[in-house]
């Protein structure tokens, strides 16, 4: 049986302004798998990401991280999950490439060879090879997204969270976040995107849940959750333009 490594349970948060986000969610996440979650833009996606992340408090409900409330398990979990936002850029701290993703395994006290090895292997997994010495800010936005992916794999990371991953890239950039996505899901990281753009990485789906109004609407394996998407729900069948769900990747 896969470990469950989020519970999320009748989960709700409203903003002061009475607007309700997120309503009722019941949703569990295993260790392991591709999960992506599309809805359309205020869905909740983005909201549900920050508060299972700690980023944000819940109006009510709760959140385990591996069987523990999040906020007991806080240092844990951020240890363990790593978020990529959409904007790239507002992740950036350090000068160069090398200097940015060895701030996250430095904040955590390591060894400075182990900081050394943790750096080279993360740059090397993410595909940024022979740009530790770049500017960060002078890359592609399909590098600095796997920039953020390699700060994140420095710090030992098991889980990978990505936020409208393709936002803003062109096909070049596409195709470099799509190759990192794969590499993750090889290597048995825990990957969870939030995007509307099925077209582009639904073929790598273990599975897919759809948020529409902050409930979930639909939730199971790719094929059977378009065969049952309606068309309130603001997500789009992207298989009018490809065979099948399996089909549907830019790589």
Not at 6 to 26: N, V, Y
Not at 86 to 107: C, F, H, R, S, Y
Not at 175 to 180: D, E, F, K, P, T
Request: net charge neutral; hydrophobic share 40%; glycine share 10%.
């Amino acid at each position: 049986m896969d470990e469950v490594l989020f519970s999320i349970r009748r989960l709700s948060k409203k903003f002061p302004a009475g607007h309700a986000a997120l309503t009722g969610i019941d949703l569990e996440i295993e260790a392991g798998k591709c999960l992506i979650i599309t809805g359309a833009n205020g869905s909740g996606k983005t909201v549900l990401m920050k508060i299972i992340t700690g980023l944000m408090e819940a109006s009510s409900g709760e959140v385990l991280f591996k069987g523990s409330p999040i906020e007991r398990a806080i240092n844990s979990l951020r240890k363990s999950v790593g978020l990529v936002f959409q904007d790239a850029d507002a992740q950036i701290i350090g000068e160069t490439v090398n200097e940015d993703v060895a701030l996250g395994p430095k904040n955590l006290k390591l060894p400075p060879q182990v900081v050394k090895e943790r750096v080279e292997a993360a740059i090397k997994a993410s595909g940024l090879d022979g740009k530790s010495d770049f500017l960060a800010r002078s890359l592609s936005g399909g590098e600095k997204r796997r920039l953020a992916v390699a700060g994140i794999l420095a710090m030992g990371c098991q889980t990978i969270i990505m936020d409208e991953p393709f936002a803003n890239l062109d096909w070049h950039g596409v195709r470099s976040v799509l190759q990192i996505i794969l590499d993750l899901k090889q290597d048995s990281k825990t990957v969870i995107i939030l995007t509307h753009e099925l077209e582009k990485v639904l073929a790598f789906a273990d599975r897919l849940v759809v948020l529409c109004g902050g409930c979930v609407v639909c939730d199971g394996t790719p094929e059977d959750v378009l065969d049952n998407l309606k068309p309130e729900y603001g997500a789009r069948d992207p298989r009018c333009s490809y065979r099948s769900a399996k089909d549907c990747s830019w790589l």
